[in-house]
């Protein structure tokens, strides 16, 4: 090579590197790498069976209340449903090979439970067993340490038609499902979670009724609550039964909640909010009951009560699970039973995500303030992201909104963490785009860009960012 030809080709490698926005961003902020935040930060993504997995009736698998709810004409935004999803059920080793090549080590992911026992209770689907077993295995063949979570909303409809989560015997059903899974996969999965976002799939499915099964009503809602709460507690002492040295914990949806002004009006609506949103159910697992006394008509709750159940509401996890998206300002409103409304951020002064909510890096740095005054051993970022209206252009989708985003929001949780919190961990959400529940296949959150007509994957340039930044 002559002289001329070794700075052309010099002058070429330099010149893909600049173009690179990740490699840009890397040299403007060279003091912000992944070793500040500990040798044993766990760094991974989220996602869940229903919205990425698809093979919606294959296998012997068993239809789930999102099966149902998605396929009746009218729930889901322009008629889409999770049939196919992401197709991860025959796709999932390619899928994990990529994630391994992006430098993530954790992934955290959801057990269907119908795949699993499709009546939702009795008879078990092997098939359901053995594809867990390949993803399990292939996690741990490529160096990447499985997260299970055992329910990530998509209850089998079989239960449903029983009474699902407002029938008590749930506890029995729930009780079946996590001893089958920790007996069949405990022996590889050492992190565990129960629930996923009890607080949504409760008000969403049971009250509101824009998410499945549909329902709507005080009683209905009131009922999922207690025995999502109790299955909470029990989720976590089989799990600790049957896995020895497992890492036990448990996921809440979190927001920061601020007045909208300083009345005193608005910081009780902000209050009985952050009751809703935040407390209610991290606190019965804690011993401290329900928060009724901020919230009165959570006194109905006695209705559901039996004898014992505050005792059993407890567990001791080992970490807590953080999911934080979006701040709310509050202010009093005519919504019943909270009577608050949340103020809709103007997109004229603040940053919005596709969904509409306002980009607040110092959200999520307060809210894990506030759960860390809770006495609790352990806090996981469990998910965090955003959606952004991506556009492939010329093979790359340059979404330098998200990597900006993440950016900012890790650097808040390295804060929290500064400042003596012990957080252990964060999740990304998502990896790859997938069906968004009642907003269909529109909200694209991914890391990773998908074709859900090919099923083609394109990494983003913020997932090329985690790639360099997880070296």
């Given amino acids: 090579m002559n002289r001329s030809e070794f700075f052309k080709m010099i002058g070429g490698s330099l010149a893909f590197w600049y173009m690179n ?11 912000f790498t992944k070793a500040l935040f500990g040798e044993d930060f766990h760094w991974g993504v989220t996602t869940s069976a229903y919205q990425i997995e698809g093979a919606w009736n294959v296998d012997g698998k068993g239809e789930s209340i999102w099966d149902r709810f998605s396929n009746h004409e009218g729930h889901i935004k322009d008629k889409a449903t999770g049939n196919i999803a992401c197709d991860f059920y025959h796709r999932y080793h390619d899928d994990l090979k990529l994630l391994k090549n992006l430098n993530f080590k954790d992934f955290r992911f959801s057990l269907a439970w119908s795949r699993l026992l499709p009546e939702g209770s009795g008879k078990v689907n092997p098939k359901g067993i053995d594809f867990y077993n390949r993803v399990i295995d292939d996690c741990l063949a490529l160096g990447i340490e499985p997260w299970v979570t055992l329910f990530h909303w998509d209850l089998p409809q079989a239960l449903e038609d029983k009474g699902g989560w407002t029938s008590r015997d749930i506890l029995g059903w729930f009780s079946e499902y996590a001893e089958l899974c920790t007996r069949s996969f405990g022996d590889r999965v050492k992190h565990w979670m129960v629930l996923n976002e009890p607080t949504a799939f409760t008000t969403l499915g049971y009250l509101a009724g824009i998410h499945a099964p549909g329902h709507r009503g005080l009683n209905k809602f009131l009922a999922a609550v207690h025995h999502a709460s109790m299955c909470q507690a029990e989720g976590g ?17 979190c927001s920061l ?10 910081q009780k609506a902000a209050k009985r909010i952050d009751v809703m949103m935040n407390r209610l159910f991290i606190e019965p697992s804690l011993g401290m009951g329900y928060p009724v006394a901020d919230l009165p008509f959570l006194k109905k709750l006695d209705k559901f009560m039996q004898p014992g159940d505050m005792e059993k509401l407890k567990f001791d996890f080992d970490f807590i699970g953080l999911q934080n ?21 103007d997109r004229g002064k603040v940053e919005l995500t596709e969904m509409g909510w306002e980009v607040l890096p110092e959200g999520i740095y307060k809210i894990i303030k506030q759960f860390s005054r809770y006495p609790v051993k352990e806090i996981v970022i469990s998910e965090n992201g955003a959606a952004f209206n991506d556009v492939v252009a010329e093979g790359r989708v340059h979404d330098s909104q998200r990597e900006h985003y993440f950016e900012q929001y890790l650097k808040q949780v390295l804060r929290a963490k500064n400042e003596g919190v012990n957080i252990t961990g964060y999740f990304a959400w998502t990896f790859v785009d997938n069906f968004e529940w009642a907003e269909g296949f529109y909200p694209r959150f991914g890391i990773v860009y998908n074709d859900f007509e090919s099923q083609q994957r394109l990494v983003k340039d913020s997932g090329f960012w985690f790639r360099d930044f997880l070296k």
């Fill in 325 to 345: 998206y979006f701040r709310v300002e509050a202010k009093p409103g005519i919504i019943p039973f909270i009577w608050a409304n949340r103020v809709k951020p």
């Fill in 21 to 31: 926005p990740s490699f840009v961003r890397a040299m403007a902020n060279p003091e």
């Fill in 237 to 253: 002492r089989i799990i600790r039964s049957n896995v020895p040295e497992a890492h036990i914990g448990t996921s809440f949806s």
């Fill in 257 to 266: 909640i601020e007045p909208h002004k300083a009345k005193p009006s608005h």
